[in-house]
């Protein structure tokens, strides 16, 4: 079965500090990873995904296939990271996307 | 460029009523995805429609069901409403089934 593990619901942070948030995945064959952001009052928007290798923002995340792992970080945080981050999936190819539980980021000043 | 909207933003229905959510997605976009948000589920796939065809389907029972026009419009049917159906709908559209999904504000649907 497709599964989403994001295992931190809220994450706080400190502006300057580093951030991770974790993402494990359950897929059998080769899924599209993606990262998704919800900042107050806006819409879900892709942040990132792993087929691109970009950094948005100054956030990066990996795929790992053996960890089943695609954590995203980011070296220095701002208070305008402030927001709600879900991590999906999908077959690639496929516009059905399995979502997280997401987490709640919130950098204090 | 217009984002992908969402008719109406709120709705109120009753128990056994049956309720129809309209998107239209970003111009030239023909993939059209729908998702149930619930504070308890998360965010969760309906269904799919690309060029007028239902091309993936979720785990909802038969009382949803949708359908895409020509223009690519899209609509979602709730029959015989229950309480459990209040949710948050989003419809996102895309060029084609492996690029990047963008979402409309959401349908909030609310069922007393």
């Known amino acids: 079965a497709q599964r989403v593990t994001q295992p931190e619901k809220l994450l706080s942070v400190f502006k300057g500090a580093p951030v991770e948030l974790k993402c494990n995945y359950s897929y059998s064959g080769s899924p599209e990873l993606f990262w998704y952001v919800q900042y107050s009052r806006q819409r879900l928007q892709l942040l990132l995904r792993?087929?691109s290798r970009e950094s948005i923002k100054g956030f990066t995340a990996d795929l790992n296939k053996g960890e089943t792992s695609f954590h995203l970080k980011k070296p220095f945080a701002q208070e305008e990271d402030s927001a709600m981050y879900y991590c999906a999936l999908s077959r690639q190819g496929a516009q059905k996307l399995v979502f997280g539980q997401g987490t709640r980021l919130t950098i204090n000043p | 460029k217009a984002g992908v909207t969402q008719t109406p933003r709120y709705l109120i229905k009753t128990r056994g009523q049956q309720v129809t959510l309209s998107c239209s997605p970003i111009?030239?976009?023909?993939?059209v995805s729908w998702y149930q948000q619930t504070p308890g589920q998360g965010l969760q796939f309906l269904f799919e429609y690309f060029s007028e065809t239902q091309r993936n389907k979720g785990n909802f029972p038969g009382r949803f069901s949708g359908r895409q026009f020509s223009n690519s419009r899209s609509e979602m049917n709730v029959s015989t409403l229950e309480l459990g159906d209040s949710a948050l709908y989003l419809c996102a559209s895309s060029l084609s089934g492996i690029s990047e999904a963008f979402f409309g504000q959401g349908t909030r649907l609310t069922v007393v």
């Open positions: 111009s030239g976009h023909r993939s």
């Open positions: 792993h087929i």
